[in-house]
């Protein structure tokens, strides 16, 4: 049994006003076409980055597949001159590897975490990619280990072990250089490059500034009231582990009817 | 699809001992026979009911059928004195009625909540009754309101209305004059009386004493340790409500997977 799946719209020629007042607001993933990126897009070859990047040493993912895997880390961490390294992930097959001839690097410049709390532009300046995104209501059916889903292989899941993913909703889009995609604060997303590429992020904040934690450099931290919240809920966790095992199962139970009573919103798919 | 049905064990020549040291801690129904009751079994009759107990005027419910329903209430309170009322509630049709001939009596001595977190005896002297039972752990399937269960006819439920009730376990046994039933706090129950007799309740902690609220009278209300993770929570999503709707949901869908993992019981049926 698939999950539903759903394509990720494309516009094009979307102006930042109809984006912010119409499109923006609706806090669903969505392809831009068309935006004007500069000479990026074409400029950006191998060969310049190799160039223009030098010969700086730098610390790289490596894996045996596409798919890192973020909880058991299926990749190592190796340490490559950037211009190497740009001409190692722009082969097909590597003469030099560090684990097989067909292994696939990943460069990223800052922390380790998706952002989750923030807005996001994904620029696809060059290359391929595959994005699966999930929406935050479908995290239910996600597995979740902490922020990350144990659902790692979501083209083919292990559906005896992780039933409920078949509910989720499946948003894909492939992305071409040019392409810039918009992934709201919170929404799940999965990402397998397809060709060598530069992929740039541009994270900004959705919620009145003050609702972040300001010690919160990567921005993925939760807004602090959620936080705050899950605290306060460890507290009452806390009070409810003074009972024997049968009355905390049953309060817990009338714990999580009260919390989906309050706080779940009833009025968006 | 009905639900599971099962029998609530009986016992009988159960020694004070055998019930503390074996069956009390498995914390579920059981109907004990052949206890040493005293005389009341056969002479607390209706003729001794009425000399004994007066003609002092009592409260009572009234209903026309025998399935009360304490949360639409189904019956009126009506006042009798104490012998009338016997007489009347052992004949099978009335002369005299309230609204309607074959109209029911509940006289009840305290009040109107079931204990809920207190440990039963419920002594079945004379009279029969047949008594439902359902598992704290399937409070998630019976659709409560407070305390109490919205489905009310449990024998022919409308599972259009109440789909997960059909997942309840269903524990049931008939009591006759003499038979003593178990009931653990936190168990539900439901209570037809097949003819007209006397219960007598015992209820007893089970907890600690100081795990009770003082003011308990009637001993219905949450132990103190969970009222006290109750506000909390309430505090907590009070914080919570400080996000937009989006985040909230989220975040709260968090905690409730949070609570499952910390306070859910693993180990028990």
Known sequence: MAGQHLLVPRLEGVSREQFMQHYYPQRKPLVLEGIDLGPCTSKWTVDYLSQVGGNKEVKIHVAAVAQMDFISKNFVYRTLPFDQLVQRAAEKKHKEFFISEDEKYYLRSLGEDPRKVMDNFLIQVTGKKRVVLF??????????????????????????????????????????????????????????????????????????????????????????????AAQILDRALKTLAELPEEYRDFYARRMVVHIQDKAYSKNFE
Chains 1, 2 share one sequence.
């Open 135 to 228: 929406s935050p209501r479908d995290a239910q059916y996600l597995y979740l280990k902490g922020t990350k889903s144990e659902v790692l292989n979501i083209d083919n899941p292990d559906l005896a072990k992780y039933p409920l993913f078949s509910k989720a909703r499946r948003y894909e889009c492939s992305l071409e250089a040019g392409d810039v995609l918009f992934i709201p604060a919170l929404w799940f997303h999965n990402v397998i490059s397809e060709e060598f590429g530069v992929g740039v992020n541009i994270f900004w904040k959705h919620l009145p500034s003050e609702c972040y934690d300001k010690t919160d450099t990567y921005g993925n931290k939760d807004p602090t009231a959620a936080s705050r």
